[in-house]
């Protein structure tokens, strides 16, 4: 309350508390009385206080977001997928071309992927394009050969789902990961539906999301009663124009203490060029990311799509030895 309330003003502050279902905790100090609101304090936002006379200003001391937080859930979350833990103490590298293109290059992509010792492969069947003129993805055929390509050497899929008029599409294509791109990362609708369902998500941060909001958007899934959400740091937009996007490492310790759920790291859609990779994916570890998303094709000068951050398969192998020194340094491995 201000300084200088009225017993009157602080008297209908604690009548709204009330009138919330909640009750009251009324502090008198020398200089200030403090009312706290004891309860289901989301139930309440601090624009219904601060409009009121002799009210200072309203906070709310819990964090908006409830199931993802690291208060609700002090320990790690790991999240299987198909027995594969991310988020404990192993780190898993994601890794398989930006777009599926022909069966043949999902085969020499899956091939590389399991060589370089990756659990878990990567691709995109639809593909969200700045230009409507770009390669869209070759859709549902595009499942069928991740799937084709992935299954017999045993790497879970992960894909990103655009549209949730696919998403029984996937669940017949069985993909193990549904990933939430960068642009839909607050496509309310979207969230909602994957959080009904009972698969592992990847849920990107938007081109220039907060933490705050990222968090909030992964409370839409979560509300859903799916928990299974892996948080993927992939760039923000800031004023460098020098690289693609800026790898905000400061994000992944943040995040990490913010929630108990995995926090990988896309190294590719950061630095937008292949030779940046090995820098930003060290750094990741070291921060400690829980894995990577990483873009990698047979012949990265023929993709199709973001041909410039693509590692060759001998590329992924030595990255695969250098992020594993990293992570046997700070006490994980590979
Ligand atoms: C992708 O991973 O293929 C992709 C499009 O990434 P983002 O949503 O981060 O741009
Ligand atoms: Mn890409």
């Not at 655009?162 to 969230?191: C, H, K, P, S, W």
């Amino acid at each position: 309350m201000q300084h200088a309330a009225s017993a009157a003003e602080l008297a209908a502050v604690v009548d709204k508390i009330r009138h919330a279902g909640l009750t009251e905790h009324v502090s008198c100090g020398t200089e200030r009385t403090i009312v706290g609101a004891v309860g289901d304090e989301r139930r309440l936002t601090p624009d219904l206080f601060e409009r009121m006379p002799g009210v200072e200003r309203a906070i709310h001391v819990v964090k908006p977001y409830r199931i993802v937080s690291r208060e609700s859930h002090p320990d790690n979350t790991v999240v299987k997928v198909r027995g594969i833990p991310i988020g404990g103490e192993t780190i898993q590298v994601i890794a398989g071309p930006c777009s599926v293109e022909t069966q043949a290059q999902m085969h020499a992509s899956a091939a590389a992927v399991s060589a370089a010792g990756c659990r878990l492969m990567r691709g995109g069947a639809f593909k969200p394009r700045t230009s409507p003129y770009a390669f869209q993805g070759l859709g549902v055929t595009g499942l069928a050969y991740l799937q084709a390509a992935a299954r017999p050497l045993q790497l879970p899929i992960v894909t990103e789902l655009m549209d949730v008029r696919m998403l029984d599409t996937f669940l017949e294509y069985d993909v193990d990961v549904i990933q939430i791109g960068a642009r839909n990362m607050q496509n309310f609708d979207l969230l909602k539906e994957v959080g009904r369902v009972n698969k592992p998500v990847i849920l990107k941060r938007g081109l220039s999301a907060t933490l705050s909001e990222w968090l909030m958007a992964a409370e839409y899934i979560a509300a859903g009663g799916n928990h299974n959400i892996i948080f993927c740091e992939r760039g923000i937009r800031t004023f460098e124009t020098a690289y693609r996007n800026v790898l905000d490492v400061t994000a992944i310790p943040v995040l990490k203490r913010e929630t108990h759920l995995p926090v990988l790291v896309d190294p590719s859609h950061a630095g937008g060029k292949a030779w940046l990779v090995p820098a930003l994916s060290l750094a990741a570890i070291a921060a400690g990311a829980d894995g990577l998303l990483v873009e990698t094709h047979p012949t990265p000068s023929e993709a199709w799509c973001d041909a410039d951050q693509a590692l060759t398969p001998e590329e992924l192998l030595a990255l695969m030895a250098s992020v594993r020194a990293v992570a046997e340094a700070i006490g994980r491995r590979v």
